[in-house]
C-alpha cells in the first residue's frame, strides 16, 4: 500500500475519533458536576478529584487522542508532499539537511514551542479541564517559556557535537558496511534519543498536545539528519533495508 493512502487512512481514524468526542457530553450527570463546581472550595481537593474523575466522561480522552493522530498524521502528509515521497522506494532516496539549514531550522521549530505553550494552557483552560481552585495558567506559561528559551543552549551544544567533521548533505537511510567502534557508539548514541523521542511523541499524540506533535516529529527528522552525518563518516556506506 502506498505511503501517502496508509497516512491518509490513519488521520481518517483520528478524525473519526475527535468526531466521536463531538457526541459525548463533559459529564455523566451534569447537575452533579454543577454542584461540585460549585462547592470546589468548601471540600478536600482530593476529594474533588476524586468526584470530577467519577463524572467525567471519556469525550477529552477521544478528543485529546483524535486530535494527536490528526495532526501526527497530516504533519506527516505535509512531509511526504513536500519531499515528494509516495512509497517506501522514494523515502530511501531522501537525502539530509546541510549544516547551516540543520542549525536554522532546528532553532526556529523549537521556538515554535512559545505559542504551543500559551494555546496548550489556554485550550484546556477554556475546556474546563482545570478545578476553580487552580493557580493561574499564567504561572506554568511563564516557567515553560522560560525553560523553553534557555533549553535554545543545550540544544545548540548538542547540534555542534553531532555536526563536529561530519558528511552533510548525505543519504538519510544509511548502513555502514563494517562497523567500528565509534560507528556502533554513535548508533547506540541516537537510538537512544530517537527512543527517548518517540516515547515523548506517543505521550504527545495521547494528550493531544497540538504544537509539541509537529515539533517532535521535526526533530526526529534532524535526528536522522545527524546521525546519518555521524555514520557516513565511518568508510563505504550502503543503501539501507529500510524504511
Not at 184 to 207: A, G, P
Amino acid at each position: 500500500m502506498k505511503t501517502r493512502i496508509t497516512i491518509i487512512l490513519i488521520f481518517i481514524i483520528g478524525l473519526g475519533l475527535f468526531s466521536y468526542s463531538l457526541t459525548l457530553p463533559y459529564y455523566k450527570d451534569q447537575k452533579a458536576a454543577e454542584n461540585l463546581l460549585n462547592n470546589a472550595y468548601n471540600i478536600d481537593k482530593q476529594e474533588y478529584y476524586k468526584k470530577e474523575a467519577e463524572l467525567r466522561t471519556s469525550k477529552t480522552t477521544f478528543m485529546d487522542l483524535g486530535t494527536g493522530i490528526g495532526i501526527a498524521s497530516l504533519t506527516i502528509f505535509i512531509f511526504l508532499l513536500l519531499t515528494k515521497s509516495n512509497n517506501f522506494s522514494d523515502l530511501k532516496k531522501l537525502k539530509t539537511f546541510n549544516k547551516a539549514t540543520i542549525f536554522i531550522s532546528a532553532n526556529l521549530v523549537w521556538l515554535l514551542l512559545l505559542p504551543g505553550i500559551h494555546w496548550y494552557y489556554e485550550f484546556r483552560g477554556r475546556r474546563g479541564d482545570f478545578p476553580p481552585f487552580a493557580d493561574s495558567i499564567g504561572i506554568p506559561i511563564a516557567i515553560q517559556t522560560i525553560f523553553v528559551l534557555l533549553s535554545l543552549i543545550p540544544l545548540n551544544i548538542f547540534l555542534i557535537i553531532t555536526t563536529i567533521k561530519t558528511n552533510l548533505p548525505t543519504q538519510l537511510w544509511t548502513v555502514v558496511k563494517n562497523y567500528s567502534r565509534p560507528s556502533i557508539l554513535w548508533e547506540l548514541f541516537f537510538s537512544f534519543w530517537l527512543l527517548v523521542n518517540l516515547l515523548f511523541f506517543v505521550d504527545f499524540v495521547v494528550y493531544g498536545d497540538h504544537f509539541a506533535i509537529p515539533v517532535n516529529l521535526f526533530f526526529t527528522y534532524i535526528l536522522l539528519n545527524l546521525r546519518a552525518g555521524q555514520i557516513s563518516k565511518y568508510g563505504k556506506v550502503k543503501e539501507s533495508a529500510y524504511p
